[in-house]
């Protein structure tokens, strides 16, 4: 897949689950930079879900879910975890498959837009960390450069779209 194919599922996917197409690009860029089989296992993410059920429908062993659901998927990186939360079935590595992956990445920062209204870097942070955690100077706790970043490539983005 090309990277303007890409920038078009970041375009149809915003306007599918009403979030800022130059967001979810500023995302794909910051967790995968466009690379759609990127992975990364994370051994200490905590929020796995109905591994026994998932592992039996799955016809793996209880190890392997919880393990593939500790893993990140694609070009926004996904959480297993949080996909199986969002209701996904499927195949963990299915998650690789750009439009499965983006579907489920687009719905969670959806969800996360309805949980932090209009604080787009709260939804950032969470998309990130689980959830935002400010210090008393309003910086985030654990991953304020994380946001920053994003927010580089968002004003880039707009720059290039209004020039």
Same mark, same amino acid.
């Given at each position: 897949?090309?990277?303007?194919? +890409? ?10 689950? /009403?979030?800022? =197409?130059? &967001? ?53 990186? +996904? ?10 079935? /499927?195949?963990? =590595?299915? &998650? ?68």
């Amino acid at each position: 897949m090309t990277k303007d194919e +890409i920038i078009t599922m970041c375009k149809d996917y915003g306007e599918r689950f /009403g979030l800022r =197409p130059v &967001l979810i690009q500023a995302i794909v860029e910051t967790e995968s930079n466009y690379e759609t089989r990127a992975m990364r296992y994370e051994p200490g993410y905590r929020y796995t879900t109905q591994v026994n059920v998932l592992a039996q429908a799955m016809r793996v062993t209880p190890e392997t879910e919880e393990a593939l659901q500790k893993f990140s998927y694609g070009l926004m990186q +996904i959480m297993g975890g949080v996909a199986r939360e969002l209701g996904f079935t /499927g195949y963990l =590595p299915d &998650l690789l498959i750009p439009q499965i992956g983006m579907g489920y990445a687009c719905k969670h920062l959806k969800n996360l837009t309805e949980r932090y209204g209009s604080s787009e870097r709260a939804v950032v942070a969470s998309y990130n960390a689980g959830s935002p955690i400010y210090k008393p100077d309003g910086v985030l706790f654990a991953n304020q450069q994380y946001v920053d970043k994003v927010y580089s490539i968002v004003r880039r983005l707009e720059n290039v779209i209004t020039n």
